[in-house]
Each structure stands twice: as C-alpha cells, then as structure tokens.
C-alpha cells in the first residue's frame, strides 16, 4: 500500500481536461511543498513535470499544473494530447522514517 | 547534455550482493543531490535513498535500510548503490536521478534509463 493515495486510472478526450489526486496526510503533502509529480511512460525514464507543488520545469507545456489543498496535491492538465497518455505518479517529502514517498500511480488514458 | 547511465544489474540470488553505478555527465555533479528509485515488475514507482551532494548524508526507505548503502566518487562523477541480502522482493527496474534543485533532496529532473535487477533462484 503506497503512502499517497492517487486513483488507479483517469482518462479523458482530446482537448479537455482532467485532475489527478494525490492524497496524504499532515506528515507529508498537508504539511509540506515539496510535492512532485512524474509522467512514466513505461519502458521509458519518467519525467518530472511539477515540482514544489505547483513549479514547472523547463521544457514542460503550461498545459500541466500543479496545486495543493489541505491534504491533498493535484495536477491539471488542460488540452488533452494523445502522447499525454502515461502514468503518472505523485511524490513527496515525509517526516516518517522514509525520506520520501510515492503514490500508487495513475493510468491516464486519452479516449 | 545532462545524462545519466546505470549499470551493474543482473541476477543475484537471495541473499546475495550486487553494485550498481550510475555515470553522470553535463553538469556540476557534486553540487546535486542524487535519488534511487526503483519499479518492481507491474508495481509503481518506490523511492529507495538519496545522497547529498558531498556524499555526508543519506536516507534510504525503509525497505532497504541496513541492507543497502549509497555512495558516491565525486571526482568520477559516479552513484553506487550497494545492495547486499537481497531479497525476491527488491527484483526491479532501478533509476538513478538528480535532484533539480541544488539545495534539497526533491524533485527528479533528470533520470537514467535504468538497470534491470532480478532476485531469484
């Protein structure tokens, strides 16, 4: 059982958008801004698209977003692709004995 | 370009050791901290240890904690991760990857293609 609860799967139509969840508690997402999201493509290394909540890297479109509320971090993306489609995966700073935690993934499929 | 490249997977026995590495290039290596994360067979993503940027410091999870040690030769610009008593369970793919931020352990902006490590008898 991952310390992050996303959901299993999300999925959308081209040219929309959805939120994916990422759930913890006030030991990692509710209490700290360190949350990262990566797109995982499989067979391929991920990529980091939101970093420190809701922060960009270079290189990645302004479609992807990132936000946090209370226990619970989201990313947006908006103008659904077909390459979109990958898992997903949140990530976080804990202060439990485990530096850093992951969430079970998210399979976002583009119908 | 900024790359990394793991090697030294393989397959071990239970119980056994196995190192791997991972060569970093096209950037200031020892100013980054650098992470371990790993995907079983059908699993997610794990986050398995980070080492500072000098090598003083590093956290592992707590499924690997007094079994695997990483480490790092600045001067070769190279991650070891160390891995001894290994168990069926660590069978994965391992990625080695830095930090994006020079100053703390999150956010993984680079990856390796990773090494496939496979525990079995």
């Known amino acids: 059982q991952s310390a992050l609860t996303q959901p299993a799967s999300v999925s959308g139509s081209p040219g929309q958008s959805i939120t994916i969840s990422c759930t913890g508690t006030?030991?990692?997402?509710?209490?700290?801004?360190?949350v990262s999201w990566y797109q995982h493509h499989p067979g391929k290394a991920p990529k980091l698209m939101i970093y420190?909540?809701?922060n960009r890297p270079s290189g990645v479109p302004d479609r992807f977003s990132g936000s946090k509320s209370g226990y619970t971090a989201s990313l947006t993306i908006s103008g659904l692709q077909a390459e979109d489609e990958a898992d997903y995966y949140c990530?976080?700073?804990?202060?439990?004995?485990?530096?850093?935690?992951f969430g079970g993934g998210t399979k976002l499929t583009v119908l | 370009e900024v790359l990394l490249l793991e090697s030294g997977g393989g397959l071990v026995q239970p119980g056994g050791s196995l190192r791997l590495s991972c060569a970093a290039s096209?950037?200031?290596?020892?100013?980054?901290?650098m992470s371990w994360v790993r995907q079983a067979p059908g699993k997610g993503l794990e986050w398995v240890s980070v080492?500072?940027?000098?090598?003083?410091?590093?956290y592992y999870a707590d499924s690997v904690k007094g079994r695997f040690t990483s480490s790092r030769d600045n001067s070769k610009t190279t991650l070891f991760l160390q891995m001894n008593s290994l168990r069926v369970e660590d069978t994965a793919v391992y990625y080695c990857?830095?930090?994006?931020?020079?100053?703390?352990?999150?956010?993984?902006?680079?990856w390796g293609q990773g090494t496939t490590v496979t525990v079995s008898s």
């Open positions: 990857a830095k930090v994006i931020r020079s100053n703390n352990y999150y956010g993984l902006d680079v």
């Open positions: 096209g950037f200031t290596f020892s100013s980054y901290a």
């Open positions: 080492i500072s940027g000098g090598g003083g410091t590093t």
């Open positions: 006030s030991s990692d997402v509710g209490g700290y801004n360190y």
């Open positions: 420190e909540v809701s």
């Open positions: 990530s976080s700073h804990s202060s439990s004995s485990t530096l850093v935690v």
